[in-house]
């Protein structure tokens, strides 16, 4: 898949931010008065979408009550949980072949940019993105299609969830599933252009 901008999800595709995030959600539920689950893996659903949709969806909130819960998960996340992720193996190495094969690498994430920005500096990736594009904390652009579209016109979008496929799809632009992610079900790829289920596979669409 020749096209020379490849726009990459943060969560679940570059990097594994399953305790963080859950974790913090655990937090805001606790702290907002519901009750979290034992298994913190019951909250893997909030990877990836916003996280006041989510709130909203899993558990029938107003968006008044969502936005107190944001709140509370980043009264956890943002001190501590941001940094309880990991990046995926043979990342690095990706992002490495595609600056030397002259693609500008863009970052599109439905998380605030600030934190997508204090993320990719802390794992040493921030060198390799020509521009890091994420919604806002005052929620003007938290939908994955509104964050694409803040982006470029031309360009592929690689993720782990149907929100990262479709919001490309509605930009006109081709998509790329990776299945090592968080998708929840096989269906969340029926409108990518590909689907690669390690890096190494997504490694060889790109290039």
């Known amino acids: 898949m020749d096209k020379e901008f490849i726009l990459f999800d943060l969560d679940g595709t570059l990097t594994d931010p399953k305790i963080g995030i859950t974790s913090a959600v655990a937090y805001a539920l606790e702290h907002c008065g519901y009750t979290a689950p034992e298994n913190l893996d019951e909250l893997c659903p909030f990877i990836g979408p916003p996280l006041h949709e989510s709130f909203m969806k899993y558990y029938g909130v107003d968006e008044d009550e969502a936005d107190k819960l944001v709140d509370s998960y980043r009264k956890y996340y943002r001190p501590k949980g941001i940094f309880e992720c990991t990046v995926y193996d043979d990342i690095p190495d990706l992002l490495t ?21 204090d993320i990719l500096d802390h794992f040493g990736l921030i060198g390799y993105f020509d521009g890091v594009y994420g919604a806002t904390h005052d929620r003007s652009r938290t939908d994955k299609s509104l964050v694409i579209a803040y982006e470029r016109d031309k360009a592929v979008m690689v993720g782990d969830r149907e929100y990262d496929i479709l919001g490309a799809k509605e930009n006109g ?29 997504l490694k060889a669409i790109l290039l």
Do not use: C, W
Not at 175 to 200: C, L, M, S, W
């Open 97 to 117: 072949s595609l600056k030397e094969n002259g693609k500008k690498v863009l970052l599109a994430t439905s998380k605030p940019e600030d934190m997508a920005e």
């Open 173 to 201: 632009l081709s998509a790329i599933g990776v299945g090592y992610g968080y998708r929840q079900n096989p269906h969340e790829f029926e409108k990518a252009d590909a689907v690669a289920n390690t890096v190494a596979e």
